[in-house]
Structure formats: C-alpha cells, structure tokens
T-cell receptor, first 114, second 109 residues
Framework: DTGVSQDPRHKITKRGQNVTFRCDPISEHNRLYWYRQTLGQGPEFLTY????????KSRLLSDRFSAERPKGSFSTLEIQRTEQGDSAMYLC????????????FGPGTRLTVT | EDKVVQSPLSLVVHEGDTVTLNCSYE??????LLWYKQEKKAPTFLFML????IEKKSGRLSSILDKKELFSILNITATQTGDSAIYLC?????????FGTGTSLTVIP
C-alpha cells in the first residue's frame, strides 16, 4: 500500500453532470499531482500543487476542470459538465518537495461518462 | 514538447527469458528518469536514475541511464509470470513527470 488514497474508486455519471474526486496524499509529502490515464497510454499530467499552491496546469486542462488543495493536505478535482471524452482513470500522486524524488500513486478513480 | 518514447510497445516471452525494455527522452529540463510497473491498478515505483552509467538493481530487475545518448534500459532476468505488467518510464523535469506509453510485457508459463 503506497499510502495515497483516492475516493471514489469508481464513478459512473451521465454526460453533463458534475463530478468531484478526492485525493489524500502521504502525510509528509508536499507535492500532489493529478494525472489522467486512458487505455494504452501512460499517465498524462493535469496539474500539481506544492502545499496549497497550484503551480502548474497542463494546457490539456480545459476550464471545465478545477482542482484545489485548500489546506495543503487533501486535494479535490472537479469536472463540470462532463463529456464522454472525460472517461478515464484519474490518478493522484504525491512526493516530497526537496531534492530528487519519486512519486507514489494512489489507486485511481475510474470515471465512466455515459 | 517533452517526449518520452518506449520500445517495444509490447513483448511476449516465456518464463525464464531475459528482457530489455527501452526508454528514450528529450534532454530539455532533465532531472531524473523513473521506471514504474503497472498491473491492473496504479503504477508502483521501481527505480529512479539521475546519473549516467550507475546501475540500479533490485532482485531480478536492473536499470541504467545514458545521459549522453538520452536513454535508459530496464532489464528483467529469469522472468516470471508475475512480471507480466505494463512498464512505464517517466522523465522528471522538477515540475512535471512526462510518461511514455509503456511497454506491455506478457510472460507465458
């Protein structure tokens, strides 16, 4: 068990609905990342936080996506007005801030938009 | 763009075989290269490489980085069915991790 947890593990929603996912990182990790992974592809970077600050967002992240990490601990990723193309596995990972470091991934949230 | 290219895309071997997986990357903002194993769940960390020519080893798995030629290899010796997975490499730029599409390894008993 890597220590990163995500909730829910699976979500089925109808097109046009909003969804929110939660990620709880390893407690001493300052950095938190969100990725999207579709079948046959590697994880695709969406955004990352250092503590509560959102430092970088992928240009793939449309304005329907928003992420927060209000107190520098857990993070949420919200997708508004979901589309079928949003169906994917959403992975969260955390890492230490300083030096060369590796990421540890959570189990992911699998989103299916019908 | 920070491309990470892995080859082969897929590989089928018999138990006991040795395999070599390849990962090439672009030099821009390189900080380290990481290998992950992904079964039917989230990726699990295998190795992080920062220096050329220094082999990292864990059991039957080993990896090395060549910063001049911009590639890394992951070797698995005496493969077992439990090694069947997708192996991902990722380039760390300090701010982002760029992943390749992975090599799908199937080990047949």
């Amino acid at each position: 068990d890597t220590g990163v947890s995500q909730d829910p593990r699976h979500k089925i929603t109808k097109r046009g609905q909003n969804v929110t996912f939660r990620c709880d990182p390893i407690s001493e990790h300052n950095r938190l990342y969100w990725y999207r992974q579709t079948l046959g592809q590697g994880p695709e970077f969406l955004t990352y936080f250092q503590n509560e600050a959102q430092l970088e967002k992928s240009r793939l992240l449309s304005d329907r996506f928003s992420a927060e990490r209000p107190k520098g601990s857990f993070s949420t990723l919200e997708i508004q007005r979901t589309e079928q193309g949003d169906s994917a596995m959403y992975l969260c990972a955390s890492s230490l801030r300083l030096g060369d470091y590796e990421q540890y991934f959570g189990p992911g949230t699998r989103l299916t938009v019908t | 763009e920070d491309k990470v290219v892995q080859s082969p895309l897929s590989l089928v071997v018999h138990e006991g075989d040795t395999v070599t997986l390849n990962c090439s990357y672009e030099v821009t903002n390189f900080r380290s290269l990481l290998w992950y194993k992904q079964e039917k769940k989230a990726p699990t960390f295998l190795f992080m490489l920062t220096s050329s020519g220094i082999e990292k080893k864990s059991g039957r798995l080993s990896s090395i980085l060549d910063k001049k030629e911009l590639f890394s290899i992951l070797n698995i010796t005496a493969t077992q069915t439990g090694d069947s997975a997708i192996y991902l490499c990722a380039k760390n730029t300090g701010n982002q991790f760029y992943f390749g599409t992975g090599t799908s390894l199937t080990v047949i008993p």
